[in-house]
């Protein structure tokens, strides 16, 4: 699978219903090969995410933000798109221009990031185990304060206006 093919395949309309659904039904006409590499491309997205900057943004803008929620919006994020996708790998303070769904929404993408992990089964029936741990301990980027409001300030300054209007 190329990386074109997986930003065609991994792309939910905007409004689905079930988007996590809708890619395991989608990971169903793929072969184990394929699919390992949808994985392989899944991961190096998401794992190009995981920066410190990008967990302050979300923490700015959900007034918090527990592993749980990063990890959903990051995929939220991949789900939307390889344009949106670059667009805030590049600048998550473009985040503050998007209309981000809710918490609440955020979670019909938890199942991005298991979907393919339920198509890759061994000969014997067994789940393959692929690890990924999206933990504040294995985000990259330099490390800071993400609650620190006057840092947000610096470093997301449009994330820092729309939230706290100066």
Excluded at 37 to 65: P, Q, W
Excluded at 98 to 124: F, K, M, N, Q, R
Aim: charged share 35%; aromatic share 12%.
């Amino acid at each position: 699978m190329t990386k074109d093919e997986f930003w065609e395949l991994i792309k939910s309309p905007v409004g689905e219903k079930n988007p996590s659904g809708q890619l395991e039904e989608k990971l169903k006409d793929y072969g184990q090969a394929e699919i390992k590499y949808f994985y392989r491309h899944f991961d190096k997205a998401r794992a190009d995410l995981d920066i410190t900057l990008m967990r302050a943004a979300f923490y700015h803008l959900f007034s918090g933000c527990g592993d749980d929620l990063f990890n959903n919006g990051c995929h939220w994020i991949i789900a939307s798109g390889k344009g949106l996708y670059e667009q805030i790998k590049g600048d998550p303070d473009k985040l503050a221009d998007i209309d981000i769904p809710s918490e609440d929404t955020l979670w019909d993408y938890e199942g991005y990031g298991y979907a393919s992990h339920l198509e890759l089964i061994d000969e014997v029936g067994d789940l393959i185990q692929v690890d990924f741990n999206g933990t504040q301990e294995n985000t990259s980027g330099e490390k800071w304060d993400i609650e620190d409001e006057a840092e947000c300030r610096v470093r997301l300054p449009e994330i820092h206006k729309k939230i706290y209007g100066r």
